[in-house]
């Protein structure tokens, strides 16, 4: 029972401390140890957090593995591996939600700001295609592929066909690197331009295409690749 008491005292402790300061002064394993209160009832989740870290490495890590590892670790139900990986996944939709309010893109930095939360998270290379119309009002932003932009998986008659669909004036294509360089590669520049000739057939305007890894983006256009006809520039 003195046992119990005492650590009902500290999941009280850690919870208020939290309701008063935030995570600004906790520690990795302390944090962890909060997030998985909510997931493990009635038992000390400290040595559980502990050995979540010893085996992923780092926090980013245990929040990036899978189910099936995560359960691996004793101690770990389906339920707190469920809630662990739901963590940066509920964090991206926050960050795309926060970047929707933005009703207008009228330069191509704001368009790079826009797109970068859809890559929150994501270990696999994803395409999203953005969606103007001529006053640079967001029309849709949605996936069109997993994979890397010149794999077979990524669809050029997608695109078009979403383009078509939202009654686009312009369009700006968006892909990650999850390797951590947002470099475009030789590839990427030519299925861009590929792209790029199929939506101008349609009076489509290709505006830009960003490259995002670790937060951070490159826009092809603002690095001087040449991946359409400059006759047309909507956005600068």
């Given at each position: 029972?003195?046992?119990?008491?005492?650590?009902?005292?500290?999941?009280?402790?850690?919870?208020?401390?939290?309701?008063?300061?935030?995570?600004?002064?906790?520690?990795?394993?302390?944090?962890?140890?909060?997030?998985?209160?909510?997931?493990?009832?009635?038992?000390?989740?400290?040595?559980?957090?502990?050995?979540?870290?010893?085996?992923?490495?780092?926090?980013?890590?245990?929040?990036?593995?899978?189910?099936?590892?995560?359960?691996?670790?004793?101690?770990?139900?389906?339920?707190?591996?469920?809630?662990?990986?739901?963590?940066?996944?509920?964090?991206?939709?926050?960050?795309?939600?926060?970047?929707?309010?933005?009703?207008?893109?009228?330069?191509?930095?704001?368009?790079?700001?826009?797109?970068?939360?859809?890559f929150f998270g994501r270990s696999t290379e994803t395409v999203f295609l953005l969606c103007l119309d001529a006053k640079c009002k967001v029309l849709c932003c949605k996936e069109v592929g997993q994979?890397?932009?010149?794999?077979?998986?990524?669809?050029?008659?997608?695109?078009?066909?979403?383009?078509?669909?939202?009654?686009?004036?312009?369009?700006?294509?968006?892909?990650?690197?999850?390797?951590?360089?947002?470099?475009?590669?030789?590839?990427?520049?030519?299925?861009?331009?590929?792209?790029?000739?199929?939506?101008?057939?349609?009076?489509?305007?290709?505006?830009?295409?960003?490259?995002?890894?670790?937060?951070?983006?490159?826009?092809?256009?603002?690095?001087?690749?040449?991946?359409?006809?400059?006759?047309?520039?909507?956005?600068?």
């Amino acid at each position: 029972m003195e046992k119990n008491s005492t650590h009902k005292g500290h999941r009280e402790r850690l919870k208020q401390r939290f309701l008063e300061s935030g995570l600004d002064d906790f520690t990795d394993i302390q944090a962890l140890e909060l997030l998985l209160f909510y997931a493990i009832p009635q038992k000390d989740t400290n040595p559980l957090a502990h050995s979540l870290l010893d085996r992923f490495g780092s926090l980013s890590q245990v929040l990036e593995a899978n189910v099936e590892d995560l359960k691996k670790v004793p101690g770990i139900s389906s339920h707190a591996a469920t809630l662990l990986v739901l963590i940066p996944q509920i964090a991206r939709f926050y960050q795309v939600d926060c970047a929707q309010r933005v009703e207008r893109l009228n330069s191509l930095d704001a368009c790079g700001a826009y797109l970068v939360p859809f890559f929150f998270g994501r270990s696999t290379e994803t395409v999203f295609l953005l969606c103007l119309d001529a006053k640079c009002k967001v029309l849709c932003c949605k996936e069109v592929g997993q994979g890397s932009v010149n794999s077979a998986s990524i669809s050029i008659r997608r695109i078009v066909e979403l383009a078509l669909s939202a009654n686009a004036t312009s369009v700006v294509l968006a892909h990650n690197h999850p390797s951590g360089v947002a470099v475009p590669s030789v590839e990427d520049v030519q299925t861009t331009r590929r792209v790029s000739a199929a939506l101008k057939a349609l009076e489509i305007h290709l505006a830009d295409h960003i490259v995002v890894a670790d937060g951070d983006y490159v826009s092809m256009v603002q690095s001087g690749y040449q991946i359409y006809d400059k006759g047309s520039e909507p956005l600068r």
